[in-house]
């Protein structure tokens, strides 16, 4: 609709229609895919109920099959992704420590050793970069913990729902 608009030019387009564009793009290509596994789809349907002897119901077996086997696989694999995920976080949020602990080390030593030939604006600048790296390490630890209270929180509600229906 924004290249009608706009008569199908697209230097006419500022730089909201053309962010609009590229999501209205990336719409289209999930939807192309969706249409054409769909497609390919039903034609495997339609191969599998000539193929299979009995009633056509039995050529329903295959898709879900397939399909029970995927979610029984995601059931599967989906705990030991998100370990390997929070993993990865706590060895960058050691790695952050690492870094700021290492510059607070070298601060020290500055110090003495500015303590016998003063600078103020290198000091100025190395506290700079220390309490920057401090807030970043900062930030990332809340994160983190917000989002495995989080997550918590949505297995803690997800297995009592299970559980009520039971």
Known sequence: MIYLRKGC?????????QAEVGVDARKLGVLCGLWS?????????????????????????LPASFTGGLGVFYMACRQVLKDYI?????????????????????????LTALERNPSVSELDAEMGHMI????????????????????????????????SQV
Do not use: T
């Not at 030019?9 to 229609?17: A, G, K």
């Not at 993993?87 to 500055?110: F, I, S, T, Y």
């Open 9 to 17: 030019r697209r230097w006419r387009l500022n730089d909201v229609e």
């Open 37 to 61: 596994f769909y497609f390919v789809g039903g034609l495997i349907g339609i191969y599998m109920e000539n193929l299979i002897p009995g009633p056509p119901e039995r050529a329903l077996l």
């Open 86 to 110: 929070k993993k990865l976080e706590q060895d960058r949020l050691e790695a952050d420590l690492k870094e700021a602990h290492d510059v607070l080390a070298q601060m020290g030593n500055r």
């Open 132 to 163: 920057e790296a401090l807030h970043e390490v900062e930030s990332d630890f809340e994160n983190l913990c917000r989002q495995h209270s989080k997550m918590l929180e949505r297995s803690e509600s997800a297995q009592s729902k299970l559980y």
